[in-house]
């Protein structure tokens, strides 16, 4: 499933936001390098795939990992756009002590891939993620501030954001961890230790992607590629 969005600020003195395009309003709006276009994949078909081909140009292994599950974030440089794959928890995911193995079916942690160009944002994902679900409601709401300022800023709202979801989940890991402790003080219950202790490793393990993360965005930051532009530079240093 695709949505998308397109804000003329380049194009139009106070800027329109239009949804809803139609395949050849995104061939024109990347052709013409004018305003921002975000398009967002959902569930993609191979009829969608084939347009990020098509349209976009972006390069074959670039769509062929977006066709993936990958476990690790990932930055590539083209010439003409940047590829980023990075994790997010998975809101579904509970931090339950109580879980038994094998009962939790939800996976941790999701995958969102973000291609970036001159005047376009690109995202891709499988499952539902709600932070970019209420980026898209702001963006609607407030075009000018969400998509007024280019590609890059509009990039770095996504990935601020997807970071702030790391954060999140780690002090809820915590938070029941320090609960089962406080459990574990007044009754022996091996399967109440497990749990606990696989909290506690799966909170050492979000704050290894956490510098996982922080890592690709320092070398989004020393790539110096034209699509991530002076002047957002700044704001990608701060989610550091």
């Not at 380049?10 to 052709?31: I, Y």
């Not at 749990?195 to 690709?216: A, I, P, S, T, Y």
Request: with cysteine.
């Amino acid at each position: 499933m695709i949505d998308s969005l397109y804000f003329t600020a380049l194009t139009t003195p106070n800027g329109v936001l239009k949804h809803g395009l139609t395949e050849e309003d995104m061939r024109s709006a990347v052709r013409t390098g004018n305003g921002l276009l975000w398009l967002n994949l959902h569930k993609a078909t191979p009829e969608e795939f084939f347009l990020l081909d098509e349209a976009f140009g972006f390069h074959p292994l670039a769509i062929e990992d977006c066709q993936h599950v990958s476990r690790f974030p990932k930055l590539d440089e083209f010439s003409n756009h940047l590829f980023i794959v990075f994790l997010v928890p998975n809101p579904k995911f509970k931090p339950d002590v109580d879980v038994k193995e094998g009962e939790q079916h939800e996976e941790p942690v999701l995958e969102i891939n973000i291609f970036v160009g001159p005047n376009y944002v690109v995202t891709n994902h499988g499952a539902v993620l709600p932070f970019l679900q209420q980026l898209a409601e702001r963006a609607k709401r407030d075009p000018k501030r969400v998509m007024g300022r280019g590609a890059a800023f509009l990039a770095h709202d996504i990935i601020d954001a997807a970071v702030d979801q790391f954060f999140a989940m780690v002090e809820k890991f915590q938070h029941e961890a320090e609960e089962a402790e406080e459990r574990l003080l007044r009754t022996v219950n091996l399967d109440l230790l497990q749990g606990m202790l696989d909290l506690k490793r799966r909170v050492l393990n979000l704050r290894r992607q956490m510098n996982d993360h922080r890592e690709l965005i320092q070398r989004l930051l020393r790539a110096n590629h034209a699509s991530i532009t002076p002047k957002s530079q700044v704001y990608f240093r701060n989610i550091l």
